[in-house]
């Protein structure tokens, strides 16, 4: 089993930034990648970002593109996502997800795709 532990969730004003934390552990050997999800309030959740573990190739949604990145620390076992330039509809929860199995790419985007979830970390942003 893989844990997963989020952090950093706060409230902010639209226009700043917040940092995301993902711990790992466990067996995090079998991770083959990660991924960043959120969910708002009557909305289904949506694909935020990924980064595969080793390769570290990331992805990300259109939504948040060009002002969010996600990045791993390999000897913390964590997946950090930095988000700028916020938007009040980035206000959701944000969980973090990993999976032991091998996604194509497209498949990445998916929630279908993880095996493993944290509890979630709730950020708002306010206009």
């Known amino acids: 089993q893989v844990q997963l532990v989020e952090s950093g969730g706060e409230l902010v004003q639209a226009g700043g930034s917040l940092r995301l934390s993902c711990v790992a552990s466990?067996?995090?050997?079998?991770?083959?990648?990660m991924g960043w999800f959120r969910q708002a309030p009557g909305k289904e959740r949506e694909f935020v970002a990924s980064i595969r573990w080793h390769s570290l190739i990331t992805d990300y949604s259109d939504s948040v593109k060009g002002r969010s990145t996600i990045s791993k620390d390999n000897t913390q076992n964590t997946v950090s996502l930095q988000m700028n330039s916020l938007k009040p509809e980035d206000t959701a929860i944000y969980y973090c997800?990993?999976?032991?199995?091998?996604?194509?790419?497209?498949?990445?985007?998916?929630?279908?795709?993880?095996?493993?979830w944290g509890q979630g970390t709730e950020v708002t942003v306010s206009s």
């Open positions: 466990g067996r995090t050997f079998v991770i083959r990648h």
């Open positions: 997800a990993a999976s032991g199995t091998y996604a194509l790419d497209p498949q990445l985007k998916t929630v279908s795709a993880y095996d493993y």
